[in-house]
């Protein structure tokens, strides 16, 4: 049997990938099979979240036992078909070739030229300086913005960075000040336009999801707030609101394009993305081409987290080719000294110039929940000292239910569905909408006996029984995909309520209504027949629950180990509560997970390196 059959037989192929490669068979029989296989595993490559295929990794794509060719040998057989081309680095490919063999890794075509545009695009915004600020003259309200500015904090050196540069990627966990930050480095670049009797910048703020764009805003909402006691002016020119990356750059109906692209590019002077982690390959480089010659470009995020579901981990890429933190290139560390004091200076600026600032402390005070010592345990897939912490039971707001696999059984039951029946209690949308973001059960998968779908649906049972109406009140909903004409988005949650009089009691005939935040009272209903794709939400996968925080979280890991089990996930799991932890794994699972990187391939790194 061909290499080809044996993939697409053992499931390792969609239906997709395999009609590439026999698209290719048809259209040259002479095509060797190892190009076919490698052709369908590269399009294959783009579903499991990576940029393309490594032919010396096959063995993730099948746990069959199969004969895999010799790496070096598969690439000169790909070098050699009229299907692969091998263009110059920085050049595009042959737009007649489906396919790219690049340093050893194979790409579909248009995966490569978004890596490629992507890093063109980077340099470009890096390499622009905007005009010199007059740091003597800012140096007053830099300091009262950033009291610590010349004991080295980190926050201080993102903003002045930011006066400087065009290109910034501040990163760091959550309460690390990443909001915070740019709330005053925004007010710096008002005042600096003041100064300089500009206008001010236009500014936009952007996140891959409308739960993530509504909480960046809501955050920068609170910071411009302490801010107001400094100077009131410069806090009123601040945006109060935040956009999805699609509307920004304006989404056109039935086309992966956008209205905004390098032609028309986005009409503002700077551009703040935050979770900068969960944007994709193709978004990240529409958005970093639509971004005008002359505007900042800043990006926030925390590379710990979950990479995108789909191709990239483009974060990442970009951290490792801003290289480390410690110091600044010397003519940088000199001209921000008026501003910062002494720094270290580091030899190499890297490709990028100093565009990164990683925020180290946290912040974020919460009495009730001390998950730092397990975050960093988790960050750093120290097994030993994660399972130590978890069994002390010395992290105030931390519960681990050591194998314990069925959440909704004992001690589970009894931390989950009292707080989700106080939903049917719920008259008031925004009471009921406050009441979704207390709990939540992450799980790491979403079908399957510890899955999110069956496990939603034994809790709609256990709420409203085995005859319940599908939208039955205090019912939550996950939307699923995201819908301009509602202004509903992929993770927005809502929640079902039928209309009830003053004393609490159902009207007769009254329909069920699912209520969403935002609009101008701070819910707006929708007919459930009328809504985007939506499933249940008292349980949902880690992955969805990105950019999402919940009071209390219930992290469930699977009985069994599975391939995208990793650290990644556990670590955005567990940094989704807010004030209670509850991780119900065991020590294996938990083991197994921690040992294992998202990592994904791609070649961005290096082409933003070279
Ligand atoms: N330099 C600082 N001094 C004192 N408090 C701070 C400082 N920076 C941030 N904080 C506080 O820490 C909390 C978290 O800050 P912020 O929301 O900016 O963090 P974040 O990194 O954006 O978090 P997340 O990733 O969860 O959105 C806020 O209450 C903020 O007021």
Redesign the pocket.
């Known amino acids: 049997m061909s290499l080809l059959d044996a993939l697409f037989r053992d499931g390792s192929l969609r239906t997709v990938d395999h009609a590439l490669a026999q698209a290719l068979r048809r259209l040259d029989r002479d095509t060797p099979d190892p190009v076919l296989a490698a052709a369908a595993l590269a399009s294959q490559a783009i579903a499991r979240g990576h940029a393309a295929f490594d032919p010396a990794q096959p063995q993730a794509y099948s746990e069959a036992a199969i004969d895999w060719p010799e790496p070096q040998a598969w690439r000169e057989a790909l070098a050699q078909s009229r299907w692969v081309a091998t263009p110059d680095p920085q050049q595009p490919a042959d737009a007649e070739t489906p396919l790219v063999l690049e340093r050893g890794l194979l790409y579909l075509r248009r995966y490569r030229e978004y890596e490629r545009r992507l890093a063109q695009g980077l340099r470009r915004i890096a390499a622009q300086a905007p005009p010199p600020p007059d740091l003597q003259a800012l140096a007053p309200l830099f300091a009262a913005l950033f009291p610590?500015a010349r004991d080295g904090?980190r926050?201080a050196r993102a903003a002045a960075l930011a006066l400087l540069q065009s290109l910034l990627l501040a990163t760091?966990?959550?309460?690390?000040?990443?909001?915070?930050?740019i709330a005053r480095l925004l007010a710096l670049l008002i005042a600096q336009a003041r100064l300089d009797g500009a206008t001010p910048p236009r500014i936009a703020l952007a996140a891959p999801t409308g739960r993530a764009a509504e909480?960046m805003a809501e955050?920068l909402r609170?910071?411009t707030g302490?801010l107001q006691t400094l100077e009131p002016g410069l806090a009123a020119a601040l945006p109060a609101s935040a956009s999805t990356l699609h509307r920004l750059l304006g989404s056109v109906p039935d086309s992966a394009r956008f209205k905004h692209d390098a032609v028309h590019p986005l009409a503002y002077d700077a551009i703040v993305v935050?979770e900068a982690s969960m944007v994709d390959l193709p978004l990240m480089c529409k958005l970093v081409e639509a971004v005008p010659d002359g505007a900042r470009l800043i990006l926030?995020g925390?590379r710990d987290q979950l990479p995108s579901v789909e191709a990239g981990d483009v974060l990442a890429a970009i951290v490792d080719a801003a290289g480390e933190d410690e110091g600044l290139p010397a003519p940088v560390a000199e001209r921000l000294r008026p501003l910062l004091g002494e720094l270290p200076v580091r030899a190499d600026p890297g490709s990028l110039g100093a565009c990164r600032v990683h925020?180290r402390r946290g912040?974020?005070q919460t009495e009730s929940l001390d998950l730092a010592p397990l975050a960093a345990a988790v960050r750093a897939g120290d097994a030993d000292a994660a399972l130590a912490l978890l069994r002390s039971g010395e992290l105030a707001g931390v519960h681990f239910h050591e194998d314990l696999h069925d959440p909704l059984t004992g001690v589970g039951r009894e931390a989950l569905l009292p707080a989700w029946r106080a939903l049917s209690e719920a008259r008031d949308p925004l009471q009921a909408l406050a009441l979704a973001t207390r709990l939540r059960l992450l799980t790491a998968l979403r079908d399957g006996g510890q899955g999110a779908a069956p496990l939603n649906a034994r809790i709609e049972e256990a709420l409203a029984g085995s005859h319940r109406p599908t939208y039955f009140h205090g019912r939550l909903l996950l939307i699923t995909e995201n819908s301009y004409r509602h202004g509903l988005f992929n993770g927005d949650i809502g929640v079902c309520l039928r209309a009830r009089d003053e004393q609490g009691r159902d009207v007769p005939g009254a329909p069920v209504l699912a209520w969403f935040a935002g609009g101008a009272g701070g819910a707006r209903p929708f007919h459930p027949s009328a809504l985007p794709a939506h499933g249940g939400a008292f349980a949902m996968t880690v992955h969805k629950s990105q950019g999402s925080?919940f009071d209390s979280v219930w992290l469930q890991l699977p009985r069994q180990d599975a391939r995208h089990l990793s650290r990644e996930l556990v670590y955005t799991g567990l940094t989704r509560a807010r004030r209670e932890l509850h991780l119900a794994a065991s020590e294996a699972v938990l083991r197994q997970a921690l040992s294992r990187h998202a990592a994904r391939v791609s070649g961005l790194a290096w082409r933003l390196g070279g």
């Open positions: 610590q904090d926050q760091g966990g959550p309460g690390t000040g990443k909001t915070t930050t909480r955050s609170m910071a302490a935050d926030l925390d925020l912040y974020r925080e």
